[in-house]
């Protein structure tokens, strides 16, 4: 095909035809970096994306702006990789990792997130201008590889819509973009520039919320701490039933497997436990009679495998009748612990018969 340019340009367009098989090669090397980046380092990115700028679009820009370049090589985004992540501060830990990683050509490098003035809304993005280092990859006889330059933009999802919708609708609409609708896109950028803060902000609120209750949990401040999923969760990495279970298991000298205790937190948040102090207590002062019913229901039997969901339960069905709940309580406890069910009734009906047996009131 044939281009409007003059021999310079010319030129430089035939060795980018002649060179395009190592820029696929540093593609295929950059990409498979930043993917390992990224996964070493448990950070979840939306997308890593990779481009070789095309012959068409090389062209264009040749007869542009082709004074600017002697050679292919002054041209840094022939190959581009885009990296998308959820969170502002996701961009910072990926570019001091591809700093680690990559060769960077600071002076040609920008940071458009510090290049608007403090009344200025738009395009916000991180650009690195890169080299491949022959301690990465090196071979001799494409020693191109560890020469040409590459760019790595690096942006949250919320700038990349932005980018995308200016880019769209104005940059490359080929046509003058009346004012209001350019204020009108400043104002969405301003708006969308809040929403990745506020996400970051709520983020990290959150994150220390958790390090909170970790640290209350750690410290035995139980009731302190509200009972849901994060809490519960983290107060059984303190194996609080292990003491009731092992008891338990003695009975037959069953072996123990821990079952997922996660699916009765639901059923405790209606018993009205609202603390993790109270499930505490629970422990504390049902356990004996938990372990009663456990050797009425068990000694009978040679059962030798129990699952660590026994003691909770057991704790449940004690605390239910202790309370006045009756085969009435013991049968909605068993529908919310494992569906609804006609075998349910006759569950309650036995467990109520055995707990009276034994005389737990």
């Known amino acids: 095909m044939e281009y409007n340019l003059d021999f310079h340009c010319q030129m430089i367009l035939d060795e980018y035809r002649e060179k395009l098989a190592i820029f696929e090669k540093m593609k295929e090397i950059v990409r498979t970096q930043l993917k390992k980046c990224v996964a070493d380092n448990n950070i979840y990115v939306i997308a890593i994306e990779s481009r070789i700028k095309t012959e068409n679009s090389l062209a264009g820009k040749l007869e542009l702006k082709g004074h600017k370049y002697k050679t292919l090589s002054d041209i840094t985004d022939i190959l581009g990789t885009r990296v998308i992540t959820f969170y502002s501060e996701e961009v910072d830990k990926i570019s ?28 916000m993005s991180l650009h690195y201008i890169c080299r491949i280092p022959k301690s990465l990859y090196y071979d001799a006889e ?44 400043n104002r969405l950028a301003g708006m969308l520039e809040l929403a990745d803060e506020q996400f970051s902000r709520i983020r990290k609120e959150i994150t220390d919320y958790r390090r909170n209750v970790q640290s209350l949990v750690t410290d035995g401040n139980f009731d302190e701490v509200p009972l849901n999923s994060d809490t519960f969760r983290s107060y059984l990495t303190m194996k609080p039933f292990k003491k009731l279970i092992d008891k338990i298991a003695t009975i037959n000298q069953a072996e123990i497997y821990e079952d997922n205790l996660m699916r009765y937190l639901a059923t405790l948040i209606k018993m009205n436990f609202r603390t993790l102090g109270d499930l505490h207590r629970l422990i504390k002062n049902y356990s004996e009679d938990a372990y009663k019913l456990a050797l009425h229901q068990l000694s009978s039997t040679d059962l030798d495998i129990l699952a660590l969901s026994v003691a909770l339960q057991n704790l449940c069905l004690v605390y239910i009748i202790k309370k006045g709940g009756g085969e009435v309580g013991l049968r909605m406890f068993y529908d919310a612990v494992f569906g609804q069910s006609a075998y349910n009734e006759e569950r309650a009906h036995r467990t109520f018969e055995q707990i009276t047996k034994i005389n737990i009131k």
Do not use: C
């Not at 001091?96 to 395009?123: C, H, M, P, T």
């Open 96 to 123: 001091a990792l591809i700093d680690k990683v990559f060769e960077i050509d600071w002076e040609n490098s920008v940071d458009k997130r510090k290049a608007l003035d403090l009344d200025q809304f738009g395009y």
């Open 142 to 185: 494409h020693p191109e590889i560890n020469d040409f330059r590459f760019e790595i933009q690096m942006r949250t999802a919320l700038q990349h819509v932005w980018a995308t919708m200016y880019h769209d609708t104005g940059y490359k609409s080929g046509i003058e973009v009346p004012k209001e609708h350019l204020r009108n896109m």
